[in-house]
């Protein structure tokens, strides 16, 4: 069985201060793991992802993830928030053969100025 | 290049009423998947189908129908619209590990 959890449904930060949205999954088996982004009233668009290899990921717009196996976690970071990162962020874990994705509640990220 | 198209955007239905969501892509992905979203609960899964011909149950399929019509259409379908149905609904497809989502379709049941 696979699941996630994040940590905060909501998270604050300043312009310019350090993003870290939390994930932690379970899984039964070797997982893939995903962070999502939403925009209002839009749908689902892929930030990075882990499969094999590397266990920092880098994906758009500046964020990355270390998917850290001891600790089953997969937290997203950025360095320094912009106004246009305020949206909602999913995790999400799906094992080796993809078919079904699990998704975290969310984790809306307001960036204030 | 469109993607994963949904129709319609929004929908009011009364309790009772019947409807189908429309879902196609164009990417010529063999999996496509039905996920429902709402506050606090992130997105579920309904039901998906890995390729033409085959549909399997998510994790909230009661109340729910679907129809892979052909590799590009996956359809699914209130019989009986309950408010508890109120919801987002998203279509997507998928291409190895990475899934590729419509824009989705905002359903009120009154």
């Known amino acids: 069985a696979q699941s996630v959890t994040q940590l905060g449904s909501h998270v604050s930060v300043s312009e310019g201060a350090l993003v870290l949205l939390r994930c932690n999954y379970s899984?039964?088996?070797?997982?893939?793991l995903f962070w999502y982004v939403q925009y209002p009233n839009q749908g689902l668009q892929l930030l990075l992802k882990?499969?094999?290899?590397?266990?920092l990921v880098k994906g758009i717009n500046g964020f990355e993830a270390e998917f850290k196996k001891s600790e089953t976690s997969f937290h997203l970071t950025k360095p320094s928030a912009h106004m246009s990162d305020a949206a909602e962020y999913f995790c999400?874990?799906?094992?080796?053969?993809?078919?079904?994705?699990?998704f975290g509640s969310g984790t809306k990220l307001n960036v204030k100025p | 290049n469109a993607g994963v198209t949904q129709t319609p955007k929004f929908q009011v239905l009364k309790t009772g009423q019947s409807m189908t969501l429309q879902c196609a892509q164009d990417?010529?992905?063999?999996?496509m998947y039905w996920y429902r979203q709402d506050p606090g609960m992130g997105l579920r899964l309904i039901y998906y189908?890995?390729?033409?011909?085959?549909?399997d149950k998510g994790e909230v399929p009661n109340g729910y129908n679907v129809s892979r019509l052909n590799k590009r259409e996956f359809s699914l379908r209130l019989e009986s619209a309950a408010p508890s149905q109120t919801s987002v609904y998203f279509c997507?497809?998928?291409?190895?590990?990475?899934?590729?989502f419509g824009q989705g379709t905002r359903l009120t049941v009154v």
């Open positions: 999400a874990v799906s094992g080796a053969l993809f078919n079904k994705f699990y």
């Open positions: 899984s039964s088996v070797p997982p893939y």
């Open positions: 882990y499969t094999t290899g590397a266990t």
């Open positions: 189908s890995a390729s033409e011909g085959t549909t």
């Open positions: 990417m010529n992905h063999n999996s």
């Open positions: 997507a497809s998928r291409v190895g590990p990475e899934a590729f």
